[in-house]
């Protein structure tokens, strides 16, 4: 499925320092698209993606690492690794690794793009310091 992995390359190299969401979401998302992240609800449609990314640190590196790739017909799905590097102006990095699994549909012009998008930190939660005070009572 190397039709994938170029939307997937470009949409890395476009990631990291980005304030230009709408532009990678256009080409990585279909019109409809839903992003499932950990802890949140699904945002559904582009506009929502577009916001929801937007509301992130800028990304310093960003990197996928395609384990399956497989499908059939005009839909396909990818298995993965990431790692993210986050960093927003006076602020600490942030840095995540994980697992992703993305539903891929080919679009009339033949291009192929994101229908859904779950991801997951092999991280464990934090826990606010406050919080693990009260429960250690």
């Known amino acids: 499925m190397e039709a994938i992995r170029e939307p997937t390359t470009t949409a890395t190299d476009m990631g990291p320092g980005t304030t230009d969401w709408t532009a990678y979401t256009e080409h990585y998302y279909t019109s409809d698209g839903i992003i499932l992240p950990p802890n949140a609800e699904a945002i559904e449609g582009k506009e929502n993606i577009i916001s929801f990314l937007g509301s992130f640190p800028p990304i310093t590196d960003m990197q996928f690492n395609h384990i399956k790739v497989e499908g059939a017909g005009d839909i396909a799905y990818v298995y993965g690794r990431y790692f993210l590097a986050m960093e927003g102006e006076g602020e600490e990095a942030i840095q995540d690794n994980g697992k992703y699994l993305e539903i891929w549909k080919r679009q009339s012009d033949g291009s192929w ?16 310091e406050a919080e693990t ?4 009572m």
């Open 133 to 136: 005070a009260e429960t250690e």
């Open 113 to 128: 793009k994101v229908a859904i998008d779950i991801f997951n930190s092999d991280l464990p939660i934090s826990v606010p």
